[in-house]
């Protein structure tokens, strides 16, 4: 069993910057894929960004790219996302997940209770 706890979520202007960060209890954190994902009312959960056990690999939603960037240290077992030149479109409930490489939600078994991010105009 893997706990997942978010947090750096909160209240930006546009073009501002947060760091997300996520806690994992796993043992064996580095036997798991991260992923980030995001969900804002009314619409369905989507990918944001994934790095493999390593740290190795990283892959990006096109909508984030050059703006998010992933990172983890196994050695803290945490996961990172660093937000940059945020948008109002960012605004949403970011969860992390952890479970193995892909983009779809069926990819991963573990999932956090997510951290609010807002972006004012």
């Known amino acids: 069993q893997v706990q997942l706890v978010e947090s750096g979520g909160g209240l930006v202007q546009a073009g501002g910057s947060l760091r997300l960060s996520c806690a994992a209890s796993?043992?064996?954190?580095?036997?798991?894929?991260m992923g980030w994902f995001r969900q804002a009312p009314g619409k369905e959960r989507e990918f944001v960004a994934v790095?493999?056990?390593?740290?190795?690999?990283?892959y990006y939603a096109d909508s984030v790219k050059g703006r998010f960037t992933i990172s983890r240290d196994n050695a803290k077992n945490t996961v990172y996302l660093q937000m940059n030149t945020l948008k109002p479109e960012d605004t949403a409930l970011y969860y992390c997940?952890?479970?193995?490489?892909?983009?779809?939600?069926?990819?991963?078994?573990?999932w956090g209770q997510g951290t609010q991010v807002s972006v004012s105009s």
């Open positions: 790095i493999s056990g390593s740290g190795r690999s990283t």
């Open positions: 997940a952890a479970g193995t490489w892909g983009q779809t939600t069926y990819q991963y078994d573990y």
């Open positions: 796993a043992r064996t954190f580095s036997n798991y894929a």
